[in-house]
């Protein structure tokens, strides 16, 4: 069964430092890996999204990348913005049922 | 992206009624659907897959005598949480994706439920 970690639970940051979120995975049969980020009572945004043939994604600010044989993908955020607080989750679609199966999130705060 | 809209967007209902949700696919077809539920400060969890016009699937421990999916057309989905019970209480997402299942899922805003 897969289990998709993220820890810390939380972590607080001053505004502008680089910081990276770290997630790993049990399973490396996935079929692709996704970032999550999710404001208070609200829904999913989805930020990147990595094939299990790619090695990283890039979106702005954001760069996501996977290490399908450790089981770590890792989102790193640059020049971080007080913008940037809320909860980020990681999800690996397994590769055998296609299911997305979510790590608890790494709740982020970025004090101006 | 697609966007995938749910109603209501919160619920507050008495212990022991019924209450339903629904999930949108505004501006494509989504052959599948997912419901997931989310506790406080706890990952989200397949509760269900929905293929349309086709009965769902339920993940081991979800009732599916409690919580009712219907999937009746590409656009539409629906969760009716049956004899509600505190213990339901939770935030439930909606998500859908195209003809694939490995198609990218899109998510809804969610639903507050709480029960009194």
């Keep these: ?112 | 992206g697609a966007v995938v809209s749910q109603h209501p967007s919160w619920v507050i209902c008495k212990s022991g009624t019924s209450v339903k949700i629904e999930c949108r696919s505004l501006d494509f077809q989504a052959t599948t659907m997912f419901w997931y539920r989310q506790f406080p400060k706890q990952s989200l969890m397949l509760m269900a897959t929905s293929n349309e016009g086709s009965k769902a699937t339920y993940e081991q421990g979800v009732e599916k005598d409690k919580f009712l999916i219907n999937h009746a057309s590409l656009t539409l989905s629906t969760l009716t949480v049956t004899s509600a019970h505190p213990e339901d209480s939770s935030f439930y997402i909606c998500s859908a994706s195209g003809l694939a299942v490995t198609d990218t899922q899109y998510f809804g805003p969610g639903t507050r439920l709480t029960v009194l």
Excluded: H
């Design chain 1, 1 to 112: 069964k897969q289990e998709v970690t993220q820890i810390p639970a939380a972590l607080s940051v001053p505004e502008g430092e680089n910081l990276v979120l770290n997630c790993s995975f049990t399973d490396s049969a996935i079929y692709n890996l996704q970032w999550f980020r999710q404001d208070p009572g609200k829904g999913l945004t989805s930020l990147l999204l990595i094939q299990s043939s790619q090695r990283e994604q890039t979106s702005g600010r954001l760069n996501a990348s996977l290490d399908k044989s450790s089981g770590r993908s890792t989102l790193y955020i640059a020049a971080s913005q007080p913008g940037d607080s809320a909860t980020y989750l990681c999800a690996v679609m397994g590769g055998a049922n296609s299911k997305l199966t979510f790590g608890k999130g790494i709740t982020l705060s970025v004090r101006p």
